[in-house]
């Protein structure tokens, strides 16, 4: 896999681009000189382990034939300073799924459990660092 990244202005804006046309929009806070054009580097992880559980729980409620409606997901993570560096990785992350539709709870359950103990590669990436948990409501 390989991403490339471009910068487009004199401070931090950058453009991201994978494999596919989509662009992604890179920058920093106004507070250090960016000029909020793009999200965060640290918002980016959050929404790359939201998207990739968020396929596979599509993917599985499908496959059990669940008439999805709307789907989303909140992840929040909470970080923590290293001691003597400027780091703050996440130490706790939480995806709540929202799902409305004609979807069985434990179906549900099942396709987001799944996701994050046997095919979410995003997650494997963080299991490591972070504590990661889930919850989920049907609307």
Same mark, same amino acid.
């Given at each position: 896999?390989?991403?490339?990244? +471009?910068?487009?202005?004199? &401070?931090?804006?950058?453009? $991201?681009? $994978?494999?596919?046309?989509?662009?992604?929009?890179?920058?920093?806070?106004?507070?250090?000189?960016?000029?909020? &054009?793009?999200?965060?580097?640290? *918002?980016?992880?959050?929404?790359?382990?939201?998207? @990739? &559980?968020?396929?596979?729980?599509?993917?599985?409620?499908?496959?059990?034939?669940?008439?999805?409606?709307?789907?989303?997901?909140?992840?929040?993570?909470?970080?923590?300073?290293?001691?003597?560096?400027?780091?703050?990785?996440?130490?706790?992350?939480?995806?709540?799924? *929202?799902?409305? $539709?004609?979807?069985?709870? +434990? +179906?549900? +359950?099942?396709?987001?459990?799944?996701?994050?103990?046997?095919? @979410?590669?995003?997650?494997?990436?963080?299991?490591?660092? &972070?504590?990661?948990?889930?919850?989920? *409501?049907?609307?």
């Amino acid at each position: 896999m390989k991403v490339h990244l +471009k910068r487009v202005d004199d &401070a931090f804006h950058m453009v $991201g681009q $994978g494999s596919s046309d989509s662009l992604t929009h890179i920058d920093a806070s106004e507070k250090v000189g960016g000029n909020n &054009a793009g999200n965060r580097p640290m *918002e980016l992880l959050l929404m790359g382990l939201g998207g @990739c &559980a968020s396929i596979d729980v599509i993917l599985i409620l499908k496959k059990q034939k669940q008439t999805i409606e709307d789907f989303n997901v909140i992840i929040s993570g909470e970080r923590a300073k290293i001691e003597g560096t400027q780091m703050s990785p996440f130490t706790d992350i939480n995806l709540h799924f *929202e799902v409305k $539709g004609d979807i069985d709870a +434990k +179906k549900a +359950k099942k396709a987001i459990v799944m996701s994050m103990e046997k095919y @979410c590669s995003a997650t494997a990436q963080f299991q490591n660092s &972070a504590k990661i948990t889930h919850s989920f *409501e049907i609307l």
